[in-house]
């Protein structure tokens, strides 16, 4: 089955410093691949939609030039949260639109900001 | 505005009863419906999905009844066991389903032995 994967699945830094996450679509290629945020006990909240060679297409209220997003290839999308402060720590989860017109979700990376 | 409408946000079922979570929609654009099934710490899993065309889809354990009128839909988890205890969410989206995904608020399942 298509497989999306998620680096790094956790990781914990310093307010103020820049963090980089991604996904990639493993065995398909994604023309789509599209960033959530998670907190606990609530459902995902679409960020951006990642479109591969162009500019990510942001949802009200999420700030760009905080989470940059970058669709390099087809199976490779980053989300970089810049400056991040303890807000910022939640659970970011991507996924791909994949074979048989499903979209594939990736393990998720957890983001703790101290 | 929240465009699907997810009840109840938890629920108690014993081991071997049917679970039954609802959806509702607003948007009468949404031609594809899915349920992800999600446990803690990790990312949704696709369970089951349908189109407005059928109104009853099974896959195993797990059926999903669409109303087109009413804009409902639910997911029937029959014979729940302790291993279905998970967050389930519904979901909607418009034409292609590696389309943009409208999520619904999530329920907590927990089977009990």
């Known amino acids: 089955g298509a497989v999306v994967s998620q680096h790094p699945s956790w990781v914990i830094c310093k307010s103020g410093t820049s963090v980089k996450i991604e996904c990639r679509s493993l065995?398909?290629?994604?023309?789509?691949m599209f960033w959530y945020r998670q907190f606990p006990k609530q459902s995902l909240m679409l960020m951006a939609t990642s479109n591969e060679g162009s500019k990510a297409t942001y949802e009200q209220g999420v700030e760009k030039d905080k989470f940059l997003i970058n669709h390099a290839s087809l199976t490779l999308s980053t989300l970089t949260v810049t400056s991040a402060h303890p807000e910022d720590s939640s659970f970011y989860i991507c996924?791909?639109?994949?074979?048989?017109?499903?979209?594939?979700f990736g393990p998720g990376t957890r983001l703790l900001v101290l | 505005q929240q465009q699907v409408k997810q009840s109840p946000q938890s629920l108690i079922v014993q081991k071997g009863g049917i679970s039954i979570i609802n959806c509702a929609y607003e948007?009468?654009?949404?031609?594809?419906f899915p349920w992800y099934q999600q446990f803690p710490g990790k990312g949704p899993a696709l369970l089951i999905a349908?189109?407005?065309?059928?109104s009853e889809k099974k896959e195993g354990r797990f059926t999903i009844s669409f109303n087109k009128s009413a804009k409902q839909f639910s997911l029937h988890i029959m014979d729940s066991q302790p291993g279905d205890s998970a967050t389930y969410f519904c979901a909607a989206s418009i034409g292609n389903a590696g389309n943009m995904l409208t999520f619904g608020g999530g329920t907590r399942l927990m089977v009990k032995p």
């Open positions: 065995d398909f290629q994604a023309t789509t």
């Open positions: 349908i189109r407005p065309d059928v």
């Open positions: 996924s791909a639109g994949g074979p048989a017109e499903t979209q594939y």
């Open positions: 948007n009468t654009a949404f031609d594809y």
